[in-house]
């Protein structure tokens, strides 16, 4: 029993020594237990010793950085799951869930993201607006395989426009010429086409004092560029407290006004648009000051057609899509997984694992949140083996061995002297 023991703790070594390079290789551990027989008479009778083998998958290791942003590993407590290759096409309620430590993954032939030894990896789909909704996070019942050939161009069309914008006060006076200001904002509509979307704003110049009023129109060049899509009354305060600030807005033709919003709701070809202009008695949106016009603070959302160029991972998990426009798209999460007892998950090839009986169930968390640790692209964890230990090991484990064949040796000799006594 103790040359069979100490044979299993140095076939345990081997496999560690051979693993010292392999990136995600947990190691593995042999621990040794006595076994006592009931002494049934003065005789003493031998029990042994017993041995188990388990991996230490709790141990982590250290993260060397890569130049892929698809090499990606858990900082911490935790693995990512993945699939094997008939789990591609099957049904999530029948797909074999596995667990990885790390892994150096690449886009095959179908735009799935794989590992060399054949491990897809798995995350929940993002929305169009990049969120992930409600998932099932004690199963992988939500999970997708990552795709990213569907995502090798995309448009965002517009959705908001911010107008912060500053219209002369002195425009509105006895003494304005009436001359209109012209502001053209560039917006995409849903085939990813640049449009342009006109603001005419046009003083009402009062016959004495100030009107503080202005009428505006708003023109799209998607559609007839002549013919406003509706018309916008804005009257700004004149008192010491919200003076420049917009009183009122009154809107007709086919645009909307909400004062407690301060968004102006318009209908596009494309569809529709809200123009945030400001709320009443606000500083934010459009105001009238003594000032010249100045247009200082105008965004909007969308983006043009793009191509892919990247994908990334940050720490929280999210798989952004990176185009050539500058535009980001979140296409997945990638969650982390956890067990009560990570040393009692099943070791599998290529450095899975699957859930057991002895571990516990499982639960998907977000990355850097609960127990687990945060992903991280453009790194590989290390082998947990340490050469040095190993090396120390195998010495202890061959005198062990040599000291337990010495018994047989001796067991042996004493045999011999019983066989002497019958001469």
Known sequence: MGLNSNSSRLSAISDNIANSSTYGYKRSKVDFSSMVLKQQSAAYAAGGVRVTSFKDISATGSLVSTGNATDIAVSGRGLVPVTDGAGINALSSERGLMLLPTGSFYADEN??????????????????????????????????????????????PTSSIDLGINLP????????????YMLPIE???????????????????????????????????????????????????DSPTNGGRIDTVTASGGVSYDAASGVVSMTLPHGNVDVFIGRPSDSAGITQLSAPFSPTNVSKDGAPIGDLQSVEIDEKGYLQAVYNTGF?????????GDVPNMNGLQALDGQAYSVSSESGNLYLWDAGTGPVGTIEGYALMESTTDIAEELTDLIETQRAYSSNAKIVQTVDEMLQETTNLKR
């Not at 009023?213 to 998607?222: H, K, L, M, R």
């Not at 980001?328 to 982390?336: F, G, N, S």
């Open 328 to 336: 980001r798209r979140t296409l997945y999460q990638i969650p982390v």
């Open 187 to 237: 917006y995409f509509d849903n085939l990813g086409r640049a449009q342009t979307l006109s603001f005419k704003f046009t003083p009402n110049v009062p016959a004495t004092g100030a009107s503080n009023n202005w009428s505006v129109e708003v023109f799209d060049s998607a559609g007839d560029p002549l013919t406003s899509l509706g018309d916008l009354d804005i009257t700004f305060a």
């Open 111 to 156: 735009g799935n993201l794989r590992t060399q030894s054949g491990l897809f990896l798995l995350g929940w789909p993002a929305n169009s607006d990049g969120e992930i909704g409600n998932v099932s996070r004690n199963s992988g019942t939500s999970l997708e395989p990552v795709n990213i050939s569907a995502s090798q161009y995309t448009a965002s």
């Open 169 to 180: 006060a002195d425009a509105t006076t006895e003494d304005g010429n009436g001359e209109s």
